[in-house]
Structure formats: C-alpha cells, structure tokens
C-alpha cells in the first residue's frame, strides 16, 4: 500500500493496435519510478484484473520497459480483449454469453493497493475508463487512435504513423496508375472521421479524396477522371476513407463480422465498390487496394513517439498534481488535459469548412461533392 | 541512318510496372550517347511505332533521362499497351477485335532507321520481342518483373524493392497481429513463382509462407497455427504467394477479369481463402490482406537501381559487341548474358530443395507440405 | 498588369534547402491558377529581377509543378544567392564587393507587373522581404527553416523531415554504440534553437540533448555517462544542437567560413569538442558524427508535405483577401496569419520550462544542466 | 558432453558492429534446437570463456532469440573485445599490457562440452577463428561486414544495409547540393575495398566515385565538376570511400586513434581533404559529409536479413555434415561453403575492369582516373 508520498499505479492498453504504445508504457514506467513510484501493467485489458483470466498484472520495472519505444504492438498482450461490462462467458472456446465483471475489475484494483490507472486508448476504450472512474477507480485517461478522432487533442499517438502508412502507399500506386493507365482505388482506415485520408490523400497528391464528413455522388469522382483524361492524364489515384458515405447507398459499406470468422472487409468495402462504379461508368481499368492493418502496425515515426512518451509523463504528472478522471491531450503542440468525461461526449471530426478541406479543394482535389 | 560507329537505337518498356524501369532508360540513353549513338523512345509499348497511334516516338537526350533513375514508373508512357500480333481494334473505346500487326511494326522500326530495340519486359514481353526478332527486327532484351521469374539472370530488377515493400508490410501486420491475437494472411504478388513470397516471408520471419511450387494442404498450415498457440503464441503471420496452388482446391483462385472492368483479384483470391479456411478450422479471428500493386511501385532500392542501371549499359554493349538476340543478366552479381531465346525457353522457379526453402524449414516456418 | 479579379504573383524562395519547398511552389501554382491568376517564379532569390544576372522570371505552368511535390530541393535553382540589400560585385568569379540592389528589384517587380510575392524562407530571408515590403513591394511570407525557429508559427515546414533523419540517424548508433560499448555523439542542426536536437533526441532516446536554450555543463554530461555504467550500461548516446553552449567555453564553437572555401563545421564543431571532453573525463571510447546537410534534403515527410501545401495555398488566399505583408502559421493543426513584421522580431526557443523539456527530464535524459 | 547425435554448440560475434548479427544468432539456434541441439552464445567476443573476466556464456533458448531478427546491434553484448591472442591486460581500467590467453580459450571451450564454434566475424575474426581451429577449436565460420570484402562469398550480411544508408545519404545531399550550388562529398566506409562507394555511388547518381582500387588525381575531379558547370550544372556529388587512394597524397588518409580517445577519423579524413582541393582548385563552396558509423547501424535490409538467416542454418548444417573448419558463404545467390583458410587469405577487392566499374563509367561517372 502507497504512503503519502509513493505511488502504486497501473497502467493498461484497449482498443486497436496503435503505433506508439509501447512508448507510453516505457514513459509512464520512467516518470513514475523517477518519483519513486511503483508501476504495474495490467495484461490483456482488464483480464489481468479478473481471477481465472489468463492476464496477469506484472511489475513494470526499467529493465522491462528498456528498448521498447520504438517497437509496434503492447508489452501488455493483446489490446482486444474484453469489455469489463460485457465480459464474454466462454464455452469450449466459443462466446456463449456476457456479463457485467465491472465491479470485480474494480474490487481488484483496490485489493492490489492501485493508487490510479492510466488507461491508454481509443474512443471505446476511455469511455470504458470513465465507467469504471464513475465506480471510483481514479483514473487517467491517454489517447489513442490511428483515426485521430478523440476529442480534447489535436492529435491522437498512432495517426501520424498511419499517415506515413497511407501516404506510402499512395505514392507507390500512382506511378503504377500512371504506367498502367488504371484508377487505383486506395481505401484507408477512418470508419468515422477521414483524419488519415484527408491527410494522406493530399500528402500522396490523390486526384479525389473521400472522407466520412462529406457525403460523395460517384458522379463527381467520375467527372473529376474524365476532366483528367481530356487533358491527356490518363489515370486517377482515389483515396477513400472506410467510411466514407455514398449517396443514397449508404449499405455498400461491409459491416464488420465477429471475431472466430475472417472479417470480411474488403469484400464489398467501399474501395471495393466504388472501384467498381468507377469502372462502370468510365470504361476505365480500376483496380482498390485495402491498407487496412497494415496502417495499425509498425516503428511509430518520431512525432508519435514523441507525443507518446509525452503523453506518458504527462499521465503521471495529471497523478502527482491529483487530476485524476482527466484525459491528457495535445494542443498547439504542447500538453494539455482535459475531464475524460469532456473528452468522450463527442468525436472529432474533420470539418468541411476548414483548412485542409480547402486546400485539397484549391490543389484540384475532388472530394465527390462537386457540382457536375 | 547509322554510319558504321554511329547507331540509333530505339527503347520501349512492356508489362507490369516495375521499379527501376526508369534507371535502366535513362542507363540506356547515357551509355549510347556516350558512344555518340541516338536514342529514341518508343512510347505505349510499341504503339509509338503504329500509325495513327497515339504513342510517340521521342528522342531521349541526356536532358529528358536527368534525375529519374530513382522515380517509379516509366517515362515511355503505359507499359501494358498490346501484344503487336494481337492489336486491339477498338471502336468507340471498347476492344471489338485483334489483329496481327506485327510487320507493321518491324517495318516502321526499320523505317525510322533504328538498328537495335532494347526491349525492357517480362517474360511475355520477352517473347513478343523474341517474335519480332525472328521477323528481322534486331533486339536486345532486358529482364524486368518484380517475380523474379525469368531464367537466365539471378535477379530480374524490380524484384528486390518488391521483397522489401511485402517484408515491411509482414513488419508491420506482426505486431498488430500479436496485440490483436489474430491469425494475419498476407497475400503478395508471383502467379507463377514463389520468389517475393519466400523472401519476404522468411526475412519478415512469417510463421507460415505457402508458394506455388510447394502445393499446400490447409491442414499443415492450421497445425502450425495450433502448434504456436500451443506454446502460447496466440497469433500467427502466414504469407502467400497469389498463386499458392491449394491442394484439391486449385479452382480457388481467381482469373484476372480483362481490361476495361474492375479486376477482381481481391475477390475469392487465395489469400481470402487461406483466411477463411484457417478461421473455420481453428476459430481463430483471421484478416487477410491483399499487398497487389504496392508491391509494384515506389522508388527502386539501391540494389534494384544498381541492376536497372547495369543492364542498361549492358544492353549497349550487348549493341556495341553485336550480341544482338541476347538478353542481359545477372550471374554471381556480375553482368552476363545469353541467347533470349533460350532465356525465354521457361520460368525460373523457386527450387524446393533449395537453401532458402532449407532456411525456411529450419526456422520452422511451415510450407503446408509438412505430414500432420 | 492585372485587372480587379485577375493577379499576377510571383513566388521565391530563399536561405537554406528544405524539404517541402516545392510542395509549396505547387500548392501556390494550383491555387493561383484556380482562380484564374498567373504565377512566375523568380529563379535564385532575387537575382531573376536582376538584369544581367543568370537568373529569370519563369511562367508557373500546372505542367511545371506537376509531381514535384515529394521532390526535395527547389525547382526555383539555388536559395542561397544573395541579400538584395548587399548584393555581390564579382569580378572573374570572386565576389570584390557587395552594394545595395534593392530598388532595382522592387523596380523589376512593379515593371513585370507582379501584384504580390509569396516569399518563402527562413527568418533571414523573411527580414530581406519585410525589407522590400517596406520598399513598397507586396510581400507575403511563408515560413521554411528545418530549425524551426520562426515565431508565429507551431511549425515550420522542414522540421519534421528534419527531425526524422536525425532520429533515424541515433536510432541507427544507438546499437552500434552498444555493440561497440562506446559513446556516440550525434551532433545535429540547430544554431540558435534546440527543436531538432530535442525532438530527435527524445524520439530516438538519446541518453543526453543538449540545446542552446539550456547551457551544459561537461561534468554532468559525463556524471551520466557513469552513472549509466554503474548501471551496467556501458556505452551512451548524446545528441547535441550544432549552437549548444559549453558553459565557459563558448568559443568552442565553430563560425561558418564565408563561400569559395571548404566550409569546416566538422572541424571543431560542438560535437567534437563534446566528444573529446568525454572522452577525456571519462576514458570511453568516444566517437562524434555530425549530420550536417542530410537533415536539410530528401523527400518531405507526409505531414511537412502537408504544412507545406497548407502553407501554399494559404499563402494565395491571404492575397485574395488582401491580408498583404503577412506571414502565414501553423496554430493547433489550423493556418493562421499575422503581420510579417511581428513574426520576425523574435525567433522561437524551446521553453526550458515547457513539456518536451520536462518529459526529456522524466525519461531520465541529461540536459547537462543537471547537479553533480 | 554430447552424444552421437546430440550437439553443445556455441556462437559468438566479433569485430565491428553490422546489421544482421542477430539474425545470424537466432537462425543458428532455431536449426540447432530443431536439431535437438544445444546452444550457447559467448558474450563479449571471447570473454565469456575467459576466468575473471565480465563476458558469460549463456544458454541461448527460442525465448531468448525471439524477435530479434530486425534488431541492430547483437544480443551477445559487445563485438569489439579481443583478440585472445593479444588479449588486453588492464590496470585502473588502461591496457597496459597484452597477452596470449589463445590456450585458455580452446580449453574451456573444451572444459565446457562445446563441439564447435560458430563465428561471425568479417576478415580479422575469422583469422581469428582459424588460429583457434588450428590449436584444436572445432570451428564454422559466417562473414560477416559492411564492407563485403571477405573472399569466398558475393555478398556479406550488413553490406546491403550499409549502400541503403549511404545512397539514401547521396539522394538527400543531392537535392541540396543543386538548390546551394555546392559540391558536396559524401565520405563512405571502406578501407580497404571500394563495394559501398561504388554501389551507393551508382545508386545514387553521384558524380564523382572514389574508391581504393583506383587510385585518383584531384585535378580529374575538378575537371568532372568544370565539366559539369559548362553544362550548366553548377553543383556536384563526390562519394568516396575513406580508404581511397590520393595519387601522391597518400599520407592524408587519417589513421585510426586507440580506444580510450576519440577517433579522430573526421579530422583531415580523406573526404575533408577531397572537399578542401575541390574548394581550393575551383572556387566552388564544397562541403563534406562523414557517414561514419550511421553505416554500421539499425534494422538489416530484408535482403540483409534472408543472408544472414541463410548463413545462420548453413553454418548448421556444415556442423551437422561435418564441414568443420569452413566458412559458409553465397555464389549466384545460393549458399555455398569453403575452407575459411582459403577464405582469409585475400581480401576481395572491386575489379577495375569488373562491370560495375564499367557501368560507372558509361553513365559518365568520373573515377578519378580519368585523362584530363
């Protein structure tokens, strides 16, 4: 048990893989043992919380944490696994029901003495954090996300690093567009907001753009191909974010199918289909490729290990000043915090009226809400 | 017309993109202007050489070669126009009929007064140039597909930057796969050949890599994956070549639908099918993924570059010492070259009793052929 | 001249290489020429509005911006030639004197009937154009310098590309150093500010930054070099800004040496004195490398390319909406513009007191300020 | 002790660091243990045999090499300590004496149950290795360094790494040196042999290459640079490996400074002293650029890894077939092996009439030997 001075506190990792993880962890060991704290790291989600689960909670020691900045994935086993709220009740492996384990969850952490948790994650995940806050487990929130869709911080760890991923993979495609006078299709990662396609779209130069804020008419993208084909350019790089929204086929978008199947996102995706109208009604050779996972993985670049180890030490900083239920974030490339509770009422999304918007409009990208 | 020091010789790019097609033009350019030779390109394939094309024939000076050698794609336009001896007869657009159109081509090649065609392709590009040569039209060919599957040289160029874009993408699904647990499918390019397959999936240290030449059972490849979980490691990377050959279940992969519709090799692909299987045999969440053209595009690596630009000079040499009807090659990392027709006589296979294949087994990486 | 709707701008660029420049040109060409106005690009700073000099004013075609936007470098020749305000006299090539040509290029650019110029360069070059703007030359500035070092400004394009080569650079050493049980000193760019040296420093997990902000001693540079080895960690790696300052040893410093010579910032630089002392103090075997003009090249990162076509295209409608003698910014991840003037008085330090700072002493990285 | 089919083997690293030592490391375990061997890794070169000294012999399991394949540097601590039969005698932390401890060496390896050694090591470890084998040390040798000079092999692991970083370095300076108008000279390792200059030169379009086979005049570099600027390009990029030869000059060459200090390999390195003759015989501003260790460093290329991965179950596979004494290699990119007494006896030099020399040559590439 913590004196006044000392600290026990864990830390954990939900949601989707995101480059950077492993740096806040290594951030949060650092800052924490610097003020002779003691950190914990809470396997598998909250698993490592629950008896019988496989998880564990396992000190987090300098040694343990050495070397880890730069690696993809969590030291702290898998991100996925379980709502605390809904816990799946296995049988011979399969999901047979669910249960709400919150108050165990809770009831261990205070049994093993944690003065606060630092919660690493997405949207899904803080929200998580904030239940669990509400039946009093201090918590600190980090956000993570590859979609850059948290509000209460300009950027998310994980999004610059799925910039870099996209923008890529954009740039490989368009001389091979351009060789094989073909419309590639490149789909990207965004189910909401088109943070990563806007960004890389027009990093990667992409002729047309399609993010969830700005409902598209295949029409406009189609109009934008041919405009290029009469003056002699004879190919199209397309960007789309994952859920991007068709006009009046809003089911072409794939819903997710559950864990123990293949997900099939890319059958029917939106990639999928809008490579398919292009094609139609065109005549041109199109082809889509989906980044999909590959856009979750990898070395964070240095501008998210950088804001990951930030947010790391400012986690235990929130901890050491008591603002506690507070979500730290980046604002004007410095740190901030925020009451989670602020932060998760709503996401962000990118807005039509702003400046990226324009300027992907003032370079001659098509963004399918064009007059035709 | 060419005195008996001076030549004009053409160029022309054919196939699938590559990475270093632009080095070796612009190592073509250098090299014969060197000799006080001209240079022209032939734009579109050979279309630059039919009338009332739109392909061009330009003249490649120092000036228009300067500064590509690192760009993908190619400055001679589309590399995937036509087959000379089956020219599409196009009526508003659409492809209506093929004709032979061959000698047209040999005769306006000779014409223009060229004395030589470096021919740059695959190994279909190889043998229309071949074709043409035993029409009269003197040609040097110049090995380039990212398969790595033309006999004759060590290495085609374009394989390389290949190998290094699937392993990056093998990188980074790693880790993701770890935090997600999952089982990752990664598809990469090789109808024929298992060569990106093989090098990246054992430089990317997959758990599974499954290529043509060694036809798979679905069964070998789940023990593997059950083998792992065994041990503890709840995840799995397995890489496959897009003509992995399904024991008893050849039919599942897919044609490639021809041009002017979108191409469907995502669909049912092998990739999405070794995904499936392994979901239904294992219950293990399983995501696949197609790398399709990536694996084509993007500035050569250094040693692509190298190669591009040594068959360059070569192929001027191969000119200048009258070693026309050979092809380039690469023998001990050293410049050689042979006959093209015997280079084009069959694909080069990955030998399943080869040391990489040796490697791969004693990493304990399955192949799918392992008795369960 | 231009009528009420139509402009003609002109557009430069000045002081160092960085990467991102030419996606800026591009981003001002397309914008400009959207709204129907024509843009020409003065080659090698001024010197196209100089009669006589080799310099010209180009016509900014779509065609000549296309596709340079990954391309490093300028396509505006060099940005190094010359301060209007003391132009060189050469004579046979050796610069003799320097005289004031500045009302000739303002002259110039009234005569070629330029409306506006969007400068783009770093804070020297942004003076020289507020210089001009006080002449009664339309100006509009956009912030370039890989330091970082604008005020007004969250980042400057540059930076970030920057900042990934020189965390690329120690991410490199780092095992060598280990490998090799030495000390390695990585000195990087950073003359009067420390961004690059901090960033990269934290991002690469350097053992020691030091920044010109914060003046270090030897003594505690070397205090953690042992206090690593009695941790068993026997090897370190420092990164260290090229205007660190040794406390009472300031002159230890190189100066540039003018033009026409070999330029010797290897010789004696900061961190080859900051290597010797180690060296000295502590008996490790001590090597020091110095990035120099690697940070300066290269392709924009995805998020430089980014702010550099935000940059551009902003720059275009702070014309249109008559905000004349401004510099556009980067605030919040949102453009910003305030008076040129303003944002030259000052450059922008890296706060002792801010979070990068804090965060780099929470990770356990020595500033050199530290008590022994 | 071993049985018949049982084997102890050990592996240790030697020499400077090079990208691909671990995956070496972990392909020899994986192929052992599949073997039902065991293995063992002597840390610290050979110190871990030796009484009284830090090194360890350590067992090496699947755990201990997991994940390790894409890490730099070498899981068996340092690789530049000792040569047993000099090996360092310390007093207060300086040598001050040497001694041949070469016989305690082969007798623990004896005491300890070892059946063979395995190591890694460029030219002066595998002599190393073989004066051992010659007192009795059963041992297989893998070539190991970034300069690819070791004979019996076309290529060494770490090589390709080294030309990625150094043509990435010319690519960058490339850009800067056109947009400065500089002559800017990139200063590559090899001492003894010119591959990384030559590959990385040509790779990256340098314009002047500098290697130890051929020796050069200064005067034929300036004349490439004169050259150049009556073409109107006024900059230049000289790569030049540090042992290349200065026709008369031969003393400039900086010789290396013992551990203890700091290496002085910048000062009045070759590239400073090209740099400084360029400037003084041109007038051009020229700069020049160390790579230095940056070479030796990081994540091995994915070609870099299939080598070393292929080495690592070749070197088992001579043990398990009984090629005791020998060194494995690659020819025609197959694995191959050869008495490393034959190995050692020459190093491999670049051929001044091989075909990269050639292709240098054809695409205008000045070596220095040129008539002027």
């Known amino acids: 048990m913590a004196d006044q001075t000392t600290k026990r506190i864990a830390v954990n990792t939900g949601g989707g893989d995101a480059p950077g993880l492993n740096a806040v962890i290594r951030a949060v060991v650092l800052a924490a043992i610097q003020r002779g704290w003691e950190v914990y790291g809470i396997e598998d989600g909250y698993a490592g ?6 998880g ?33 009740v296995l049988s011979e492996g399969e999901v047979v029901d669910r249960r709400d384990r919150s108050d165990e969850v809770v009831e261990a952490f205070h049994d093993r003495g944690f003065d606060c948790l630092v919660a690493i994650g997405g949207d899904g995940s803080l929200r998580l954090a904030q239940r669990l806050a509400e039946k009093g487990m201090p918590v600190v929130g ?46 990207v990662m965004g189910r909401d907001a088109g943070w990563i396609a806007l960004y890389s779209g027009v990093a990667g130069t992409a002729d047309v753009v399609l993010i969830p804020e700005i409902p598209f008419r295949i029409e406009a993208v189609c109009e934008k191909i041919r405009e290029r084909q009469r003056r002699g350019r004879d190919f199209a790089v397309v960007c789309v974010a994952e859920g991007a929204r068709h006009e009046g086929r809003e089911e ?4 997710e199918v559950p864990s123990g199947e ?59 000043e008591d603002h506690i239920g507070c979500m730290v974030g980046l604002r004007d490339d410095g740190i901030t915090h925020m009451p989670m509770e602020e932060a998760i009422q709503q996401k962000k999304y990118v807005s039509p009226d702003g400046d990226v918007v324009q300027t992907a409009r003032e370079l001659g990208i098509a963004l399918g809400d064009e007059e035709v």
Not at 252 to 255: G, Y
């Open 49 to 54: 919380l629950l008896r019988g689960e496989e």
């Open 262 to 320: 293949v997900t099939q996102t890319r059958l029917g995706g939106i990639g999928q289909v809008v490579a398919e109208e292009i094609a139609e009604h065109t005549g041109k050779e199109t082809r889509s490729l989906v980044l999909g996972h590959l856009q979750r993985g990898g070395t964070p670049s240095p501008y998210d290990r950088l804001i990951a180890l930030r947010f790391g030490t400012a986690a235990v900083r929130c901890i050491a």
């Open 142 to 187: 980090v956000p993570k996300t590859i979609d850059n869709d948290v509000a209460g911080t300009d950027f998310t760890f994980g999004f610059h690093t799925a910039v870099e991923t996209a923008t890529e993979a954009i740039d490989k495609v368009h001389t091979t567009a351009e060789a094989h006078e073909r419309v590639m299709v490149v789909e």
């Open 56 to 88: 564990e909670v396992v000190a987090l020691t300098r040694d343990r944490v050495r070397g880890i900045t730069f690696l993809g994935g969590t030291i702290l086993g898998t991100t996925s696994r379980g709502n605390p709220f809904e816990w799946p």
């Open 252 to 255: 072409a978008v794939t819903k």
